[in-house]
């Protein structure tokens, strides 16, 4: 037999409480007494995370094999439908593991934060607790609306109050077949074992009920008077009351930044998905690892604790941790919930340490408390917490930092940023336009782009390419200021371009389909597509076909001007900012090179959201191919042939690039551009788009196995594009890596646009640089073959041979 004493033992032993049940109930609770007037006793659980420190590997496992088993009562497709909905505060842990469990089900949790500007979407009340409101705050207000099953989680079904209040509220409003109910423990009385049929009766609903063990409290009558009582003597005489300011100061708590994934919710406070939960798994491993790195080298005994409702974020952390230090790695929480701590082997709460709340909440001031921490033989803890909750109340000297430091010889804080969903615009911007579409501007159909540009069509912009790039070099003019000639492709290169498009069909429509499905499941179940003019429309129109074909979802898609050394159309993204959640677009382009315009991006977003005060925009711009190695959603790293590089205009829409000039654009206009209606004989901007789509039911499965490959792999941007050019650039003597065009797509944009100097082919480079020799030939540039050349082939320009190559700011680059 054990000789463990069982936590529940003092309680039972004078108070008379006895609990029955499941064999393996007593090892998954104790019994503590309530400084609570509704309830005498205290069922503390050993697995939840919450007042008694656990493997994060134990807590995790109950919640997320809960949510298994809801996957198979449910059935897979009932399973793709659900919503999970967690109890503030000591279920918001569970309930997100349940959901990891479910599997695609978005999560949601209570809270008694209020949050202004979001709009309540429910609310009830929870009897015995000692704070008793509770919130319902989604951000997206059809969250709780859909027809599919309700999975509602609570660490204990006892009387099923709380549970029912919820249902009865949001059935009234939101009714729906089903709900399933699930529990760490089922502790009904047998008065109230009847009461959840007849509750499904009354609504007109199936309620199942999943918990990983049963039984029942037996109370004695007069309990909550003897409880009363002993709470009175007992917290008088007590000496492991740890209050605020006892102990010893230690040393001051280290700082560690997490790295916290741009986008993903702390928590569950206003809703959770499937595609967050995917990109914070890829972010893990690197937050463990500087947890890790800021340990000390003697941590033998780890505790992370978390922040009240902010319980998953720190589970993960713990759990990630675990399984990459030596240490013995524990988590647990910090609660609002007053229980009497009692230093004896057979009490569930030996040591509480209290301390002022630091999160400024909308109750007011209060005492907040950490279980079984002191004493515990912590030689490290780690304190996760939301940005909201890292206030000088958190760092005073009677703070939580200071009680855990007189504990822990180690104390580190990791802050989690709070997420707080946009607010909408309650007013259109009355300067700016709608978005132009197809007829009037672009070959394109209406619903396929819309184009947050002006129409410069009338206005003359056009120049050779020698003249222009000598303007350009005397004048200090900027390349965005004009317009190249458009290239009339000839009779052979359009040729060219056919052959090209149906041998490189398939395997475009394959990559459309894997970068798709990536920023699906990473980035925004519903993006906001913004692709940058032009050479990114057509990916973005792909795209916005494929979420169509294989999802039946119809995204929005916009086309924004980007211009080196200036920056992205500030204009665009206030538009964007005023009609869509701005963590839900995401930049589109075609390929990148050696990643000049992915950084211009991360600038110009950063100056973006510090000088307008709006947040949320993601620079991580998804792009078709990424030779360059300078993205991580992408579709792939090959440097291939991309047809849409082969041509210009007419394959784009018959757009023209974009033009920023400041006597045709004003402070309130979005950039321009010209649609070049007079080249339709010519246009293959649909048929480009209508090849490449036709192949979609072909590569679904390729499609969808590339980006599955994809989620599983390390796609940490290298930057070995830059490096290469950086190398290409002082061999060849040119010292600048502005006037290296790596890629098949960036060479060819030089032998269209430009005054090339020559082009660099990897040594048996076949097809897929057909039409460069072809265009190289009519422009008389040389094509040099190269044995070591990370890309099919390089692009060079040289002011030492041309006049008016462009640098880093779009200017002339002089030697």
């Excluded at 605020?244 to 959770?272: C, I, K, N, Q, Y």
């Excluded at 949320?616 to 992408?634: K, Q």
Aim: with cysteine; glycine share 10%; aromatic share 6%.
């Amino acid at each position: 037999m054990s000789n463990v004493v069982w936590t529940g033992t003092w309680v039972a032993e004078r108070l008379g409480v006895e609990l029955v049940g499941d064999e393996k109930l007593s090892d998954l609770l104790g019994l503590a007494l309530r400084r609570n007037p509704r309830r005498a006793h205290l069922l503390v659980s050993n697995v939840l995370g919450k007042h008694v420190p656990q493997s994060p590997s134990v807590v995790y496992g109950y919640g997320f094999a809960l949510g298994r088993r809801v996957r198979e009562l449910l059935g897979t497709q009932s399973a793709r439908a659900a919503v999970v909905l967690g109890y503030a505060e000591t279920a918001t842990g569970l309930g997100h593991s349940v959901a990891d469990g479910v599997g695609l089900a978005p999560y949601l949790h209570s809270t008694r934060r209020p949050v202004a500007g979001v709009a309540t979407a429910g609310g009830f009340e929870e009897s015995h607790s000692h704070a008793t409101s509770h919130l319902l705050l989604p951000e997206d207000p059809g969250l709780l609306s859909g027809p599919g099953p309700l999975v509602l989680v609570d660490d204990e079904f006892s009387t099923g109050n709380t549970v029912l209040n919820t249902i009865r509220e949001l059935h009234a409003r939101y009714p729906r077949e089903r709900y399933v109910i699930v529990a760490l423990v089922d502790m009904r009385s047998a008065a109230d074992l009847g009461r959840l049929e007849d509750f499904a009766q009354e609504i007109g609903a199936r309620v199942d009920l999943v918990t990983a063990a049963s039984g029942t409290v037996r109370l004695p009558e007069g309990v909550l008077e003897k409880g009363q009582a002993l709470v009175a003597r007992y917290a008088s005489t007590n000496g492991q009351e740890q209050v605020a300011g006892s102990g010893a100061r230690g040393p001051d708590a280290v700082r560690v930044e997490l790295g916290w994934p741009r986008g993903v919710p702390d928590g569950g406070r206003h809703g959770f998905t499937p595609g967050h939960r995917i990109r914070l798994d890829g972010a893990l491993p690197a937050m463990a690892a500087r947890i890790a790195d800021a340990l000390p080298d003697s941590a033998r005994r780890v505790l992370v604790l978390g922040f009240e409702e902010l319980m998953y974020a720190p589970l993960r952390l713990a759990r990630e941790l675990e399984q990459v230090v030596a240490a013995d790695v524990r988590y647990s929480t910090t609660t609002r919930s007053p229980v009497l701590a009692l230093d004896d082997p057979g009490y569930a709460i030996r040591t509480r340490l209290v301390f002022p709340a630091h999160d400024d909440p909308d109750d007011g001031p209060g005492e907040r408390y950490a279980y079984n921490v002191a004493g515990a033989g912590f030689d490290a803890v780690v304190a996760v917490v939301d940005s909201t909750a890292d206030t000088p109340a958190l760092h005073a000297p009677d703070g939580l930092l200071a009680q855990l430091a007189a504990h822990s010889p180690s104390v580190l804080l990791a802050v989690v940023p709070s997420y707080v969903p946009a607010r909408p615009s309650t007013e259109r911007p009355s300067m700016l336009p709608e978005p132009l579409r197809g007829p009037a501007f672009s070959s394109y159909p209406p619903d396929e782009v819309g184009w947050l540009l002006q129409d410069l069509s009338d206005v003359t912009l056009e120049a050779p390419t020698e003249e222009r790039e000598e303007a350009i070099q005397s004048g200090g003019a900027h390349y965005a200021e004009s317009l190249p000639m458009e290239y009339q492709p000839s009779a052979q290169y359009q040729e060219l371009f056919h052959a090209a498009l149906g041998t490189s069909a398939a395997r475009i429509a394959q990559a459309v389909g894997a970068v798709t499905e990536l920023v699906l499941a990473e980035r925004s179940p519903r993006p906001v597509l913004v692709s940058l003019a032009r050479a990114g429309t057509p990916v973005g129109v792909l795209m916005r076909r494929w979420a169509q074909h294989r999802h039946g979802l119809d995204l929005p898609h916009y086309a924004v001007s980007i211009v080196r050394g200036r920056g992205i159309d500030a204009n665009a993204l206030r538009w964007l900012a005023a009609h869509h959640d701005p963590a839900d677009v995401v930049f589109v382009d075609g390929w990148t090179g050696k990643g000049a315009i992915t950084r211009e991006l991360v600038q110009a977003v950063e100056e973006f959201e510090t000088l307008e005060g709006v947040t949320g925009f993601d620079p991580e711009i998804a792009v078709l191919a990424d030779p360059g190695s300078c993205v991580r959603t992408y579709g792939t790293r090959e440097d291939f042939l991309i047809p849409s590089a082969c041509l210009n205009s007419t394959v784009s829409g018959l757009i023209s690039r974009t033009v920023l000039r400041s006597d045709l654009v004003g402070e309130h206009d979005f950039h321009g551009a010209k649609f070049y209606r007079e080249l339709a004989g010519s246009d293959v901007s649909v048929d480009f788009l209508d090849t490449v789509a036709a192949h979609f039911a072909d590569v679904a499965d390729a499609a969808c196995a590339q980006a599955k490959e994809l989620l599983a792999a390390d796609r940490t941007p290298t930057w070995e594009g830059w490096a290469a050019v950086e190398r290409i650039s002082e061999e060849y003597e040119i010292h600048d890596v502005n006037l290296v065009k790596p890629g098949v797509g960036e060479t060819t944009r030089v032998l269209l646009r430009r005054v090339p100097w020559k082009i660099l082919a990897r040594a048996g480079a076949g097809a897929d640089l057909d039409h460069v020799r072809l265009l190289a030939e009519q422009r008389g540039v040389p094509v040099e073959e190269v044995a070591e050349l990370p890309y099919t082939c390089v692009g060079l320009i040289h002011p030492k041979y041309t006049r008016g190559a462009t640098g880093a700011d779009g200017k002339a680059v002089t030697v």
